[in-house]
């Protein structure tokens, strides 16, 4: 990102977020618009999954059981399938950055 100004708040920002487990990785690309900055912006909420939600590692959340499912890989392609209760699934974030923010 080349600028994040502190005078502009209204925008959209563009997080992105790494999952690992073992050596078994997976990425989500999540879009956010509002008045936060910083910090504020980074904490992952299922409820943006389904309009403001990209990933690599078929992350779905199933609402009515409350619980995630994902296939992670590792550098020679093997899949791992995980699953697990929504509230474990921050365990799994090992990098969370802003790498875009627009003027809304």
Same mark, same amino acid.
């Given at each position: 990102?080349?600028?994040?100004?502190?005078?502009?708040?209204?925008?959209?920002?563009?997080?992105?977020?790494t999952l690992q487990r073992w050596e078994y990785v997976g990425h989500i690309t999540q879009r956010i618009s509002g008045t936060c900055k910083g910090k504020d912006m980074l904490d992952f909420d299922f409820d943006c999954e389904d309009d403001h939600l990209e990933n690599d590692c078929? %992350?779905?959340?199933?609402?009515?059981? /409350?619980? !995630?499912?994902?296939?992670?890989?590792?550098?020679?392609?093997?899949? %791992?399938?995980?699953?697990?209760?929504? /509230?474990? !699934?921050?365990?799994?974030?090992?990098k969370m950055e802003i790498v875009d923010f627009r003027k809304e």
């Amino acid at each position: 990102m080349k600028n994040y100004s502190p005078n502009i708040y209204s925008g959209i920002h563009t997080i992105e977020i790494t999952l690992q487990r073992w050596e078994y990785v997976g990425h989500i690309t999540q879009r956010i618009s509002g008045t936060c900055k910083g910090k504020d912006m980074l904490d992952f909420d299922f409820d943006c999954e389904d309009d403001h939600l990209e990933n690599d590692c078929n %992350l779905k959340y199933h609402e009515e059981e /409350d619980y !995630f499912s994902a296939t992670l890989k590792d550098p020679d392609g093997n899949m %791992l399938d995980i699953d697990g209760r929504s /509230d474990d !699934f921050n365990k799994m974030i090992v990098k969370m950055e802003i790498v875009d923010f627009r003027k809304e």
